[in-house]
């Protein structure tokens, strides 16, 4: 069976919005590399490449936070001092 990928927004390597990383993750390549074309990409078409950021940031979903391995602790509850 064939997985099914999707275009979603990073929660694990996020700097700004985790738009670079979640491109990333879906071509499976490393996200400095994608920030790197994007910086290049920028000076490249004199800024205009500089709006892709915030609609990606807009029209891409958020990934689903990631569970954690372990439960976290929760704090006992206070009693008052006699």
């Known amino acids: 069976m064939t997985e099914i990928k999707l275009l979603r ?3 694990i390597d996020r700097k700004i919005a985790g738009v ?3 491109v ?3 071509f499976g390549i490393d996200p400095t590399v994608v920030r790197v074309a994007f910086v290049l ?3 490249f078409t004199g800024g ?3 709006v892709a950021y ?3 940031w807009i029209l891409m979903p ?3 936070k990631p569970t954690p ?3 976290e602790p929760v704090a006992a509850p206070m009693t008052p001092a006699a």
């Open 9 to 11: 927004r990073s929660h």
């Open 69 to 71: 391995m372990y439960p």
């Open 62 to 64: 958020e990934a689903p």
């Open 20 to 22: 670079s990383a979640g």
């Open 41 to 43: 990409a920028v000076v």
């Open 24 to 26: 990333a993750e879906y």
């Open 48 to 50: 205009w490449a500089a």
């Open 54 to 56: 915030p609609l990606m």
